[in-house]
């Protein structure tokens, strides 16, 4: 079966935005799920839609993934109605499709609530079949043995790579989509795992698209700090964090082994510096 992956355009008219300096990370993780369940059974493109035209009516795919996110809702409707109507099977997931399932059923012929991991395989199976269902929910699950993102198939460089150690997040900040789609439990990936792919990933420079970089758990972020200072050599890396970990008590040992793990720089999101404000959006 030959499948195309899509990053739909930011903005509702499509307009493309060239601030982006790193690949659509769940496009190269979602091409190497697709091997890990089913190898060697279908052939993947990936298509950043960001960078390139996707143009609906000549794509020769069987089956086209989306990952919507709210701003991108517009074009992957409008896109899969046209591939639709040719006969192309469209699935649609993200963060968007979680919080509006029934509207996005409106544009598909099958919607993902929830994560891929364990139900990705039964998915392709059904498509090749023929025989699609309406829903398919992904429970959350241990993030053992993942597989390395395909980095090999978008044609355009980036200067970024991307990896990430952990889902799910304890706060419950009513700004947040965080919680909501990936669960109020902290799952995190073994500490190896992380290093291995971040050591034989040809990048020298990535994001870490953890919504918490550090505040998490601070004992197993200085364990995974420690053990990419050992494994990892040659690489930076940069991402968000919170202000509050930085008053615990063992936060110099924790910015001294980030540091040696190659970590540049921390991005800090200021919602309001006024406390009624925060209290009201439940921020932490």
Same mark, same amino acid.
């Given at each position: $079966? ?6 739909p355009?930011?903005?509702? %008219? %499509?307009? *493309?935005?060239?601030g982006?300096?790193?690949?659509? +990370?769940?496009l ?20 950043d ?13 069987? #089956?086209?993934?989306? @990952?919507v996110?709210?701003?991108?809702? +517009? ?11 040719r006969? =192309?099977?469209?699935?649609? %997931?993200? =963060? ?14 099958? =919607? ?9 395989g ?9 025989? /699609? ?6 429970p ?8 390395? +993102?395909? @980095?090999? #198939? ?5 200067? !970024? ?6 889902? %799910? ?6 700004f ?5 789609? !990936?669960?109020?439990?902290?799952? $995190?990936? +073994? ?11 040809? *990048?020298r /420079? ?12 601070v004992?197993? &972020?200085?364990? /995974?700090? *420690? ?7 040659g *690489? ?10 930085i ?16 970590? @540049? ?6 919602? &309001? ?12």
């Open positions: $079966m030959r499948i195309t992956l899509i990053s355009p930011f903005g509702e %008219g %499509g307009q *493309k935005s060239k982006l300096p790193i690949a659509p +990370p769940v190269e993780y979602l091409a190497a799920l697709t091997e890990q369940v089913r190898p060697g059974e279908h052939s993947v493109a990936l298509v839609a960001n960078l390139r035209d996707f143009d609906p009516h000549t794509s020769d795919a069987d #089956l086209v993934g989306m @990952t996110l709210t701003p991108q809702a +517009p074009w992957a409707y409008r896109t899969a109605g046209v591939l639709r109507s006969g =192309i099977a469209v699935v649609l %997931g993200g =963060i968007h499709v979680h919080a509006l399932p029934d509207e996005a059923a409106a544009h598909a012929d099958a =919607i993902v609530i929830g994560e891929a991991e364990t139900i990705w039964g998915v392709l199976d059904d498509a090749v079949a023929g025989a /699609l269902r309406p829903r398919y929910h992904g959350y699950a241990p993030l053992e043995h993942l597989p390395r +993102p395909r @980095t090999d #198939l978008l044609p355009d460089h980036y200067q !970024f790579g991307s990896f990430f150690t952990s889902r %799910g997040c304890p706060h419950s900040c009513a947040c989509s965080v919680h909501e789609f !990936f669960g109020r439990t902290v799952r $995190m990936r +073994p500490v190896d795992e992380v290093v291995g792919e971040v050591a034989a990933s040809r *990048k /420079l990535f994001w870490n698209i953890d919504d918490n970089v550090w505040g998490v758990n004992a197993r &972020s200085i364990e /995974l700090y *420690k053990a990419m200072a050992d494994g990892v050599h *690489k930076w890396w940069f991402g968000s964090g919170d202000l509050v970990t008053g615990h008590s063992r936060a110099d040992e924790l910015l001294t082994w980030a540091r040696r793990a190659g970590m @540049t720089a921390a991005m800090v999101g200021y919602e &309001s510096d006024n406390p009624l404000v925060l209290e009201e959006l439940d921020a932490t």
